[in-house]
């Protein structure tokens, strides 16, 4: 079945440090990728997307996710986090082609940033 | 474009009495989905639409849940009776189709917000 795990339910950074956030899915063939965040009594916001091509994105608000099929990963990363990063993100997979419609969303990861 | 739009943002009731939710896709978008979003189960799929026809409804808790597209810029959830276990934020989502540049990215709506009393 398809599933995406995100083992981190909550974590907390300093302000101005690094941080990655991790997504593993099971799927039968390569997905598409994506990475959204929600604010706090928001919607949630595309971050980034992978489709094909390099496996290292880019996104916006200065975040990068790298796709790696061995690990069947996805994980998210910022080099310096700031306090408006506070967030909760949520990685999802969907079926190349659109064929199947919908996206499969992890249980997401509250991120809080220390001052 | 205003992305997509949801009423009401909150919404509280008491048990048994009906609600209705609704959503205005981004337009040109060919896909629809609600979601809904508690702390126990995550954000769950209930129903999707492709071009105003149910494609999906297996997410959808029972039968006091119904949901419809009548046109491609409008569509409703509706509980009836509400239960407190239905108390959730609700997601809207659209998207462009197959084809489409986008295609597979959802746009969500800022979400309506139900308390049953």
């Known amino acids: 079945a398809q599933s995406v795990t995100q083992p981190d339910i909550h974590i907390t950074v300093s302000e101005g440090a690094s941080l990655e956030l991790r997504c593993n899915y099971s799927y039968g063939a390569t997905p598409y990728l994506f990475w959204y965040v929600q604010s706090p009594g928001q919607g949630l916001q595309l971050l980034l997307k992978?489709?094909?091509?390099?496996?290292l994105v880019q996104g916006i608000k200065g975040f990068e996710a790298e796709f790696k099929r061995s690990q069947s990963s996805f994980n998210l990363r910022k080099p310096s986090v700031h306090w408006s990063d506070a967030a909760e993100y949520f990685c999802?997979?969907?079926?190349?082609?659109?064929?199947?419609?919908?996206?499969?969303f992890g249980k997401g990861t509250k991120l809080s940033v220390k001052p | 474009d205003a992305g997509v739009i949801q009423s009401p943002r909150h919404e509280v009731t008491e048990m048994g009495q009906e609600v209705t939710l609704r959503c205005k896709p981004i337009s040109g978008h060919d896909y629809l989905f609600w979601y809904r979003q508690t702390m126990m189960r995550g954000l769950e799929l209930l129903i999707y639409?492709?071009?105003?026809?149910?494609?999906?409804d297996s997410g959808m808790p029972e039968d006091r849940f119904s949901a419809k597209m009548p046109n491609a810029s409008f569509s409703t959830l509706k509980i009836q009776p509400s239960e407190p276990r239905d108390s959730a934020v609700y997601f809207c989502?659209?998207?462009?189709?197959?084809?489409?540049?986008?295609?597979?990215?959802?746009?969500f709506g800022a979400g309506s917000r139900l308390t049953v009393l």
């Open positions: 989502a659209s998207r462009p189709g197959l084809a489409g540049v986008g295609a597979n990215v959802l746009t």
């Open positions: 639409f492709n071009n105003n026809v149910p494609i999906d």
């Open positions: 999802a997979v969907g079926a190349r082609g659109g064929s199947q419609g919908n996206l499969i």
């Open positions: 992978y489709f094909s091509g390099d496996t």
